[in-house]
């Protein structure tokens, strides 16, 4: 995997820890494939809840997938991932202020320990990443809870558009995705690595656990496993900026591209159903959004 992909799924990876499960309860939202149809589209467009990193023998492109894509014309991500200057863009959000310091983060004995794990897998001094930001210290972690090389469903699915020659576009910019990241505070950040390498075995375990929670389509315990997580203050406070807001940013440009042209959209699975969710929301607005199960 070369250098660019693997940063960016590990700020995908990031991105889906920070995003709470589904919230909802309705029996048919345990589905990850859905069919947008009705307000005078001409052809439906199809919507599907992702996972951004497993290990390859985890990976599932079930025949449904393979064939709704077949019936779009164009695949849209969370982000535009066929922008060769999106990486730069990410790096350009991933330092810290002047005069600001990783180190002065944390505790004397949590950036011990943090640095020994990086030295441990990396081979890399700690101090040398003094400049960035703790979420993108967290993105690098990646391979630490994975425990393998991982696969993207987002790149498994562009190879797919691109074998049949689809345009592959974003549904927000990384400027709009890295303005949601900067909402929160980065004591918030600091919290979360402190987590994950205070106990990398636990961490190991419940990463392992949400795909398989994942795999299941079982979305109540993806958000069970969520809320179990974190407290509730922050719970709030990840749903509100990383789900909530963003979703309903997403509407009227996922309605737009849905106009031009049917389009397969492939979001973070935390994104589709709740009050709140991509689901409702385009139900909402007066489009039928039923599951494809076969």
């Not at 069919?35 to 492109?61: E, N, Q, R, W």
Request: aromatic share 8%; charged share 25%; net charge negative.
């Amino acid at each position: 995997m070369n250098r660019k992909l693997h940063l960016l799924l590990a700020l995908l990876f990031m991105l889906a820890q920070l995003q709470p499960a589904l919230a909802g309860g309705e029996k048919d939202e345990n589905v990850l494939l859905w069919k947008i149809s009705g307000k005078g589209l001409k052809k439906p467009s199809y919507l599907y809840g992702t996972i951004h990193a497993v290990c390859p023998d985890k990976m599932v492109i079930s025949k449904a997938l393979q064939e709704t894509i077949t019936q779009t014309e164009q695949l849209s991500l969370e982000l535009d991932m066929d922008d060769p200057n999106m990486m730069a863009q990410v790096m350009q959000y991933a330092t810290l202020p002047e005069g600001q310091s990783l180190r002065e983060m944390f505790e004397e004995e949590e950036y011990k320990t943090l640095a020994e794990l990086f030295a441990k897998s990396y081979g890399m001094e700690l101090k040398y990443l003094d400049n960035m930001k703790p979420f993108m210290i967290q993105t690098m972690l990646l391979p630490v809870l994975t425990e393998c090389t991982p696969e993207s469903y987002e790149q498994k699915l562009m190879e797919l558009a691109h074998s049949q020659q689809k345009e592959v576009i974003g549904i927000e910019t990384v400027q709009e995705q890295m303005a949601a990241v900067d909402k929160l505070p980065n004591d918030m950040y600091v919290d979360m690595l402190v987590r994950t390498v205070s106990d990398t075995s636990r961490s190991k375990a419940e990463y392992r656990e949400m795909v398989e929670l994942y795999l299941a389509q079982d979305l109540k315990g993806l958000q069970e496993l969520m809320r179990r997580d974190y407290s509730e203050e922050y719970y709030k406070a990840f749903n509100e900026v990383f789900l909530v807001q963003r979703n309903k940013n997403w509407i009227p440009v996922m309605e737009q591209m849905a106009k031009a042209k049917p389009t397969f959209f492939a979001v973070g699975a935390a994104h589709l159903a709740g009050k709140d969710g991509v689901i409702t929301l385009l139900r909402k607005q007066g489009y039928k959004v039923t599951p494809v199960t076969k």
